[in-house]
């Protein structure tokens, strides 16, 4: 089983749209968990951490689910600018480590 | 402004050369990574340096070298063994390799094309 494990998409959405990601992860020791959006030939960057009771960033939702071990990501009223590709990140420990990343998926915002 | 820059954006390689790749933070960060990233694929970890003058081996090590002299500085060199270096390399920083939240923060990436 892969580390951390993405649908690579494209999810396809209207504006206004609300779309929500999923990520699943193999190490129940994780500790911490993060959303990182990459724009086209760009780096990554920090979108939010994901904190046990779940929290939220204006129109971004981030879950954690550890019983299951996923995480998701919800966009709510879906932007143009919304459009790239989201990486699942997880630590692994709370120890000397270095984070694992997923794929990513895809998301494409149409007018 | 607090940064982490990479130079050069492009970097073209010949047959057999060696090519440095630079990555400098002005963050303060202890800890620095060098990941590749091929299309369609994640990051993968090449090394990673917690402290200055120490660095780790990542999952994907051979064909490359860092140095870390300078808690500023963490280049990468592509060595001619590495046989397909074509990807575009990221470099990353965090304050710490250690504890809970471990954020890390990415330069702008170099993309380099083997001749």
């Known amino acids: 089983r892969k580390e951390v494990e993405q649908d690579p998409g494209p999810f396809n959405v209207p504006e206004g749209a609300t779309v929500a990601f999923n990520c699943t992860y193999s190490n129940s020791a994780s500790q911490s968990f993060f959303w990182y959006r990459q724009d086209c030939r760009k780096e990554p960057k920090l979108l939010m951490s994901?904190?046990?009771s779940g929290n939220e960033d204006g129109r971004f939702t981030a879950q954690l689910n550890r019983a299951s071990q996923y995480i998701s990501l919800l966009i709510r009223d879906s932007k143009l600018s919304d459009s790239a590709t989201y990486l699942c990140?997880?630590?692994?420990?709370?120890?000397?480590?270095?984070?694992?990343f997923g794929k990513g998926t895809m998301l494409l915002v149409s007018p | 402004d607090g940064g982490i820059t990479q130079s050069p954006k492009y970097l073209f390689r010949k047959e057999g050369q060696n090519v440095t790749l630079s990555c400098e933070q002005n963050l303060n960060h202890d800890a620095m990574y060098w990941y590749r990233q091929d299309p369609g694929q994640g990051l993968r970890l090449i090394y990673y340096s917690q402290i200055v003058n120490d660095f780790q081996k990542g999952d994907i090590a051979e064909g490359y070298s860092v140095s870390r002299e300078k808690k500023e500085s963490f280049p990468l060199t592509v060595t001619s063994a590495q046989k397909n270096p074509t990807a575009f390399y990221l470099c990353?920083?965090?304050?710490?390799?250690?504890?809970?939240?471990?954020?890390?923060?990415f330069g702008p990436g170099t993309r380099l094309l083997v001749l």
């Open positions: 994901v904190y046990s």
């Open positions: 990353a920083s965090s304050t710490s390799p250690s504890g809970s939240l471990k954020t890390q923060y």
């Open positions: 990140v997880v630590n692994p420990s709370s120890g000397y480590s270095t984070l694992t």
